[in-house]
């Protein structure tokens, strides 16, 4: 099998490095009390950190979006509130105060672990570092030259990997696969550039259709030509030949990669364990379709694909258990405890059975997926955000 990418010289000389964090590293869920990234944690399972356990919502308090309006996303960090709006990004502190606005280009972006900066890449800016108060600390150029737009930013244990499509001089694209070691970056001199050292860097010519999650030990990177499992220094480790053109990638706490792909217009939905053959090669119906999101993974491994007008539940070993149809689109994640938060015309719970249970009713449809985190659901409309709280009046 030809190898899927091949090493960037530029690293050929960095030093093997062994991560500390490595055994206690987690990729299933965002860190209790945040969402770093729209898939939430690394493994961009679409799963909270923590359970549902109110079966009613009301608001705690309403910001008009402004600049950030036409949101597709809402991440929750220390104290903030980051909603990705079409134009720009707004930043609200945890009571609903604004705290500024920042330009959005296109590409990935997150809130660090410990959920105290905002990471964004774009291809005028590169790897952008700011405060949760709006504020940019540095811009991180790393080993790739060009322009390029951030496909993916996932988090390891004391690593940054971007995954980053680039044109090429002659038409078409490839993708760039860089890993960065996060030291500290939060001395008091604020010098970010000296606590992130360049670790390693592959290449993909082929094309510049690659999807990733973070798995246990290092990203897994899915092509049209295969999956590609690799270690925070991105040397190999296993590689896994398929053919079709990867959609979506989740990988939940097992290392198990639940891949989303088109097949000459069928979707499937396969699993693959950390090596060897796929668990399950599940058909989907066209009429399901378009799956653009990762596959959701309950912590008992039911799996739900969310597409615009569908829910779609899958048992772990590959049975389809429902279907749900939708009158309008939908957005959803899920709670720690597997219960499935859907918004749209209203806030439900869904069961694993596929009960709704209605949380809130907004007054104009919910367009980011629900976000759980503190003990709050954070929603947003075409022109407000929302922080919900339990209503204790019912």
């Known amino acids: 099998m030809t190898p899927l990418f091949r090493p960037i010289s530029y690293y050929k000389n960095v030093a093997p490095f062994a991560f500390p964090d490595l055994e206690r590293f987690s990729t299933a869920a965002a860190p209790r009390g945040t969402w770093p990234a729209v898939g939430g944690g690394a493994g961009r399972t679409g799963r909270s950190g923590e359970p ?32 990705n709006g079409a134009r720009q990004r707004g930043f609200w502190s945890d009571d609903g105060i604004s705290v500024g606005f920042v330009g959005r280009e296109p590409g990935a972006a997150l809130i660090d672990i410990d959920g105290k900066r905002f990471l964004a890449n774009g291809a005028s800016s590169g790897l952008a570092v700011l405060s949760l108060d709006a504020r940019q600390e540095a811009s991180i150029v790393a080993a790739a030259p060009g322009d390029g737009q951030a496909r993916e930013i996932l988090q390891g244990p004391g690593a940054i990997v971007l995954v980053t499509t680039h044109e090429t001089p002659h038409g078409g694209a490839r993708t760039i696969v860089e890993t960065l070691h996060v030291r500290d970056y939060t001395d008091a001199k604020q010098e970010i550039l000296y606590g992130i050292d360049p670790l390693a860097g592959i290449i993909r010519e082929e094309d510049a259709l690659v999807v990733a999650a973070a798995g246990a030990r290092g990203p897994v990177l899915a092509t049209p030509n295969g999956i590609d499992r690799r270690d925070w220094q991105l040397r190999p480790l296993h590689e896994h030949a398929l053919a079709a053109r990867p959609l979506a990638l989740s990988v939940d ?8 792909s088109d097949d000459g217009g069928w979707p499937h939905l396969q699993v693959f364990p950390a090596s060897g053959a796929p668990i399950f090669d599940l058909e989907l119906s066209p009429e399901d379709s378009p799956f653009k999101r990762a596959p959701l993974i309950a912590p008992n491994g039911q799996i739900y694909l969310v597409s615009p007008l569908s829910i779609v539940a899958i048992s772990p ?52 997926p629900p976000v759980l985190a503190n003990g709050r659901i954070y929603v947003a409309t075409q022109e407000d955000l929302y922080a919900l709280k339990p209503d204790d009046a019912v």
Do not use: C, K
């Open 52 to 83: 549902l356990v109110h079966d009613r919502f009301t608001v705690a308090w309403q910001a008009p979006l402004d600049a950030a309006a036409r949101p597709d996303g809402v991440l929750v960090g220390d104290g903030r509130v980051i909603v």
């Open 253 to 260: 706490e097992n290392d198990h990669a639940h891949l989303l």
């Open 317 to 368: 070993r590959g049975r389809v258990l429902w279907r749900q149809e939708r009158m309008l689109p939908s957005q959803a994640t899920l709670s720690g405890n597997g219960l499935l938060l859907m918004g749209s015309a209203s806030l439900d719970a869904v069961t694993p059975e596929g009960r709704h249970i209605i949380l809130w009713h907004p007054p104009s449809p919910i367009v980011t």
